[in-house]
């Protein structure tokens, strides 16, 4: 049974993101699935500290999904784990271009706040508070399904 983290402990039993169809598919409503399915598999990496697929769908050159790995990576550094900073996206506005393989979407991003405790229970790291942001997320249909090539907030 699913149990989240607490000040107590590491989250146990966190149910893996299963890809929808339709985000498999190019169209404008396959993207707004993938991009759901993205955030998913980052929530499940954040609390878990396994990025493998969430890193999959992230391509390279995105500057910005490297910064949010190794954010992950330093949340799980010697055993220490995350409470909080769960991810939802209330809005996502794919602004589909016809004939092309490149895509944009304007993604409302609210995250929860965020407490780190290192492996013997003491605060891990600075707490972050809840954001509420606008962001431009850019994606690539490929041979493989969609890869999030660039992220960025908006002003």
């Not at 169209?27 to 990025?51: C, H, P, R, V």
Request: hydrophobic share 35%; net charge negative; with cysteine.
């Amino acid at each position: 049974m699913y149990k989240p983290a607490d000040a107590k402990g590491k989250a146990q039993n966190v149910p893996v993101p299963v890809m929808p169809e339709l985000a498999k598919e190019n169209s404008k409503a396959g993207l707004e699935a993938f991009i759901g399915y993205w955030y998913a598999q980052q929530n499940y990496a954040m609390e878990t500290g396994d990025q493998t697929t969430w890193s999959q769908l992230s391509a390279d050159e995105c500057e910005t999904c490297k910064r949010i790995e190794k954010g992950i990576n330093d949340s799980h550094i010697n055993g220490r784990w995350s409470v909080g900073g769960s991810i939802s996206i209330p809005v996502v506005e794919p602004i589909w271009a016809n004939g092309t393989a490149n895509q944009q979407a304007k993604v409302q991003v609210i995250q929860e706040q965020i407490e780190y405790f290192n492996a013997d229970g003491t605060p891990g790291r600075a707490s972050e508070a809840a954001t509420n942001s606008a962001f431009g997320l850019l994606a690539t249909y490929g041979s493989h399904g969609w890869t999030v090539t660039n992220l960025g907030i908006l002003n």
